[in-house]
């Protein structure tokens, strides 16, 4: 089992960064993809991107591509979200997700497990 636990949220104007962070905890973190995920109110919760288990292969959604940057250190059980050039349309809550199935997915309800969120707002 993983423990997810979300942090670096916060209010930023638009064209602003922030860098979300998400602490895993288990013996087991290599073993899982890892992903990023938001939902806006009144929206489904939507893929942003995914890191294979060593890091070699990630996927953005065309949505967050060339601005977004995820990235993972196994060693430290912790995964990044550096999201630059943000934009109003970014504003949702984050959540990180583990995937320990063999077959990459974008669907939130084929992920296993899940952090709490972080709220990024995104001010015009």
């Known amino acids: 089992q993983v423990q997810l636990v979300e942090s670096g949220g916060g209010l930023v104007q638009a064209g602003g960064s922030l860098r979300l962070s998400c602490a895993g905890s288990?013996?087991?973190?290599?073993?899982?993809?890892m992903g990023w995920f938001r939902q806006a109110p009144g929206k489904e919760r939507e893929f942003v991107a995914y890191?294979?288990?060593?890091?070699?292969?990630?996927r953005y959604a065309d949505s967050v591509k060339g601005r977004f940057t995820m990235s993972r250190d196994n060693a430290k059980i912790t995964v990044w979200l550096q999201m630059n050039s943000l934009k109003p349309e970014d504003t949702a809550v984050y959540y990180c997700?583990?995937?320990?199935?063999?077959?990459?997915?974008?669907?939130?309800?084929?992920?296993?497990?899940w952090g709490q969120g972080t709220q990024v707002t995104v001010s015009s």
């Open positions: 997700a583990a995937d320990a199935s063999s077959v990459p997915t974008v669907m939130p309800g084929r992920w296993d497990y």
């Open positions: 288990g013996r087991t973190f290599s073993g899982y993809r």
């Open positions: 890191i294979s288990r060593n890091g070699g292969s990630i």
